[in-house]
C-alpha cells in the first residue's frame, strides 16, 4: 500500500501539469508575461523576444499564443521584421503602439508611419516619442477620418530651436471622439485642434518643451477656452510659460474654468505664468493641487495670496502644514508650502457607490527673495487653529535665528505634532531662550506632544542667544522642561544608529524616547 502512494505520489509531483490547461487560460497567462516582458529589441540576443521565447517551449503552447490576436497587439517603430508577423497575427484585434521615432535605427522601417495610418481605425493607443517636424507631419497628415477605438495618445516631438508642431485643425473634436487620456510635449497648445467640447477627455498632459522651443504665440484667453471644452478632467498637468505679453493685465483674467470632477491638478511654470492659471481654476476642495514656479513677481503675489484664500474658504480645514525653504543662489530662496486636510469621504464610481477615503492637499512651489516676508504673508490667511500637523525645514544657506523663526511659528498655537531636523528650530523651542516668567505667551506648540527629529545629528552644533549648542542637549533641555511642568507630556522619536543611544541613556527623560529604523 505504501509502495502504490509513493508512485503515485511521485506521478503527481512529476507530471506537467501546463499540459491540461486550458488553451483560454495558457492565452491568459501569455498577456500577463507580455505585460512583464515585453519586446525589447536593443538587449541582448536570448532576451530581444521576451514573452514570445515562452511560447516556442512547446507545439501546445505555440498553438495556444498563434491563435490569440490580443496578444500580437503591442507594436513598436524598432520592431523590424517581426513588425509585420505581429500585424498580421493580431488580426483584427486593436492595437496598442508605442516607441521611439529613431530614423537612424538600422530596426527602423520608413513604411512604419504610413502602416500606422493605414491601419488607423484599429489603434486603441499610439504613444509615440522623438517625432521630428517631418515625421510629425507624415503622421498627422495621415490620419484622416474618425478613429473611432483611439482612447490614449501620447505626442513627443524632439524640438529644441525649431517651431514647435501643432495638431490639425478640429483633430481633437472630430477626428478623436472618443479620446480620454492625451499628453502632448513640445507641441502647440491645442486650441485649434479643438474648437468643441471633447466630453470623453480624462487626463490631458501638456508640456510646451523647453526653453529654446520657439512657439505660436497663444493668448492667455485661447488657453482658458480650450480648457473650458475639457469638462469632464480629472487630471490636469500643464507644464508651460508664456511670454510676459501673453499673460493678463490687471485683476480681470477672463473666463474662469471649473470642474466638478478634477481629482489632481498640476500647474508648472518659468514665470508667473502658472498664478495666473490657477487664479483662473476652479477645482473640487477633494482635489489634489501642486503649482509651482522658478520665478515669482513682486506683482503677483497679491493675486497668488488671494486664489490660496479663496480656495481655503471652500476647502476642508487643513490638518497638516509643511514649510520648507533653502537659499538657491544669493538673494534667491526656494520655498515650498504644504496644506493638508484630513481624511474626508467621497463616493466612488463603482456600481455600489463604494466609499472612498480622499486626503485633499495643496503644494505651492516658488523662489522668492525673501521667504520670511512670504511665510507671515501665507501663514497670516491660513486657519491656524485647525493645524495639528507640521513639519518644517529651514535648509542651508537661510541665515535666520531662533527668535525670527519662533515669531513665524507663534500663531501655530495648536500644533501637537512637529517634524524637523533644522537646529534653529530646535533652538527656538529651548526653554532657556526666553524668559521662564510667562511660557505659554511667548513658547512655540504649547499643545506639542510628540517631536521627530529622525534625521538629525546629536553633535550637531546650534545657536541661540549668542550661545553654541549641541543638538542633543537643546532637545534634552527641552524634554526635560515640557515634561517637567505637568500640563503636558512630550515624546521624542529619534532614529537609531546615528549617535543616540549613548546620549539618550544618560537622560532623565529617556522612557519617553521613540526609536524608529529609518527616516519617513
Known amino acids: ?64 499564443a498563434l491563435l490569440t490576436p490580443t496578444l ?34 538600422l530596426l527602423y522601417d ?9 491601419h488607423r481605425h484599429r489603434i ?26 483611439l482612447v ?26 472618443h479620446l480620454r487620456e492625451l499628453r502632448l510635449s513640445a507641441v502647440d497648445f491645442p486650441c485649434e485642434a479643438l ?48 511670454s510676459e505679453s501673453q499673460l493678463p493685465i490687471g485683476a480681470h483674467l477672463g473666463e474662469v474654468v471649473s470642474w466638478s470632477d478634477i481629482e489632481v491638478l498640476v500647474i508648472e511654470s518659468r514665470n508667473d505664468t502658472a498664478w495666473y492659471l490657477w487664479s483662473c481654476l476652479r477645482v473640487p476642495s477633494s482635489a489634489h493641487i501642486h503649482v509651482r514656479s522658478t520665478q515669482l513677481s513682486a506683482g503677483v503675489v497679491t493675486l497668488m495670496i488671494s486664489t490660496l484664500q479663496s480656495h481655503l474658504a471652500l476647502s476642508p480645514l487643513p490638518h497638516f502644514l509643511g514649510l520648507f525653504t533653502h537659499s538657491v543662489s544669493r538673494g534667491v530662496e526656494n520655498m515650498n508650502f504644504r496644506l493638508r486636510g484630513r481624511h474626508v469621504e467621497r463616493l466612488g464610481e463603482c456600481e455600489q457607490k463604494c466609499s472612498t477615503r480622499v486626503q485633499p492637499s495643496l503644494e505651492l512651489g516658488l523662489c522668492t527673495g525673501s521667504a520670511e516676508a512670504l511665510w507671515k504673508r501665507l501663514l497670516a490667511v491660513l486657519p491656524v487653529k485647525s493645524i495639528q500637523e507640521l513639519r518644517v525645514d529651514v535648509g542651508s544657506g537661510i541665515n535666520w535665528d531662533y527668535e525670527k523663526v519662533r515669531e513665524l511659528l507663534l500663531p501655530l498655537r495648536s500644533v501637537t505634532h512637529l517634524q524637523t531636523d533644522s537646529g534653529v528650530v530646535y533652538a527656538a523651542l529651548e526653554p532657556s531662550s526666553f524668559p521662564e516668567t510667562k511660557p505659554k505667551d511667548i513658547s512655540l506648540f504649547p499643545a506639542l506632544t510628540k517631536l521627530r527629529a529622525v534625521s538629525s545629528s546629536p553633535t550637531t552644533y546650534i545657536m541661540f542667544s549668542r550661545i553654541s549648542a549641541q543638538v542633543k542637549d537643546a532637545l534634552r533641555r527641552t524634554l526635560e522642561h515640557r515634561n517637567s511642568l505637568g500640563s503636558g507630556h512630550l515624546e521624542l522619536v529619534l532614529r537609531r544608529n546615528r549617535g543616540w543611544e549613548e546620549h539618550v541613556d544618560q537622560w532623565r527623560f529617556r522612557e519617553v524616547v521613540e526609536w524608529v529604523e529609518r527616516a519617513e
Not at 520608413?110 to 493605414?118: A, D, K, R, T, Y
Open 110 to 118: 520608413p513604411m512604419f508611419l504610413p502602416s500606422i495610418c493605414q
Open 152 to 177: 490614449t495618445m501620447s505626442i513627443l516631438t524632439c524640438q529644441y530651436d525649431f517651431p514647435v508642431p501643432r495638431l490639425p485643425s478640429a483633430f481633437l473634436s472630430h477626428i478623436t471622439p
Open 72 to 105: 500580437w497587439t503591442r507594436l513598436s517603430p524598432a520592431m523590424g521584421p517581426a513588425y509585420d508577423v505581429f500585424l498580421k497575427r493580431s488580426k483584427g484585434a486593436l492595437l496598442t503602439i508605442e516607441g521611439r521615432i529613431d530614423t537612424s535605427d
Open 1 to 64: 500500500m505504501t509502495e502504490n502512494t509513493n508512485i503515485m505520489l511521485l506521478d503527481f509531483r512529476t507530471r506537467d501539469w501546463t499540459t491540461i490547461l486550458p488553451l483560454e487560460l495558457l492565452a491568459h497567462i501569455f498577456s500577463f508575461l507580455a505585460e512583464v516582458y515585453p519586446l525589447n529589441f536593443d538587449a541582448d540576443l536570448d532576451l530581444r523576444l521576451g514573452w514570445v521565447t515562452v511560447t516556442h517551449t512547446c507545439r501546445r503552447w505555440r498553438t495556444a
Open 195 to 242: 474648437p468643441s467640447s471633447l466630453p470623453s477627455l480624462r487626463t490631458f498632459l501638456f508640456d510646451d518643451g523647453p526653453p529654446t522651443a520657439q512657439r505660436v504665440a497663444t493668448s492667455f484667453s485661447d488657453i482658458t477656452l480650450t480648457l473650458s471644452k475639457m469638462p469632464a478632467l480629472r487630471t490636469l498637468r500643464l507644464v508651460m510659460t508664456l
Open 124 to 149: 486603441q493607443e499610439l504613444s509615440l516619442s522623438k517625432l521630428s517636424p517631418q515625421s510629425f507631419a507624415q503622421l498627422f497628415n495621415g490620419l484622416i477620418d474618425t478613429l473611432p477605438n
